[in-house]
């Protein structure tokens, strides 16, 4: 995209202040899945790069802000910035074609069309989301078991059972 969006996009339209509105526009769209919205507005920050410096990390806290506000939290525990980075490497499980390939600017008539990319984003990050619920669930399986066997422990009164079960609970 960057040796070729010249030739789809108007750079005069791109200044970093319409770039900045565009991004608000995009997370402000109510008619978009926020999913879709939060992974537009990364590619503005990180593509068209509109403040000077420190645009990865306004990217970085915008997704999480953004996240949060629309009850993604769990997907911002999902490590998908490290899933797409292996993507990009070739290294990532999911059976998906080249990232580069995937993005290759193509012309649908009306611009550029990230259709594709988009789709094979919204992959990882529902694999990355499986994941996360996994662990999850193998952690509270793994809690369970701890709860009982404080519970069955002889060798504890109840108010040692207590003192141990909150530290099972919240380790920290």
Known sequence: IERNREQYLNLDYY???NTKGTI??????????????ELQARYFL??????AAGN???ALLLRRAFREKHHLGLLACASTLAAIIAWQ???????????DGALAPHDCGEGFDATEFTH???LVFANELRQLR?????????LARVRERIAGAAFLNGRQKA????????PF
Request: with cysteine.
């Open 56 to 58: 990865a990390a306004t």
């Open 134 to 142: 996994q662990k999850i669930a193998g952690t509270e399986r793994s």
């Open 89 to 99: 490497q070739g290294s990532y499980g999911l059976d998906l074609p080249d990232h």
């Open 46 to 51: 990180i593509s068209l790069t509109p403040y």
């Open 24 to 37: 608000c526009d995009i997370l402000n769209d109510g008619a978009l899945n926020p999913i879709v919205a």
């Open 120 to 122: 094979y984003n919204l």
């Open 163 to 170: 003192i141990v079960a909150a530290m099972a609970e919240n």
């Open 15 to 17: 200044t970093p202040q």
